[in-house]
């Protein structure tokens, strides 16, 4: 079970959601579970994914956080591990997959570690070894976010941008970032 799916729901959902069931969505469920079965019963919590590939939405699916309510927090930091916190008191649960444990799953551990290529690697067996084994793979640490973690942050007054128009928050200066740091297109 995947919080209140089924591991065929799960993997429905996953397809419908992110586009196809991928290894990485179901590896990080274990991970969102493993962390979620630790908190107390009915804490309302915060998520921080610190991979910004395929975990972000394994906790958007099993969770009440998402990127754009502001409970999931989405690091770049290509580290399969995430944190489920209590909002209020910041002590929660990291969960990330131990490169150790990998060593008795062989499928997973050649696709997690990158040591196969992906046109060598067979989907269907990879997808049931971490179906069937995900949660061995999983170390589970408790934590207490850092105070300045839990402070709420609010974007401030709004200024117009006098470049190119666009309202932005006052506190980045005198111009919006996009004017300040360039944008990746041309607008035309
Ligand atoms: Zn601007």
Redesign the pocket.
Known sequence: MFGKYTEQEFQQKAEAFHGHAAPGVLLGAFLVEAARARLPEGCIFDAVSESRQCLPDAVQLLTPCTFGNGWLKVMDLGIYAVCLYDKQTGEGWRAAVDPEKLKRFPLTREWFLKLTKKKDQDGDALRREILEHGAEMVAVRKIQMHPEELARRHKGPIAV?P????A?PAKHGG??L??AKGRGYDLL
């Open positions: 941008c470049v190119c128009g666009d932005y111009t919006c996009l004017c």
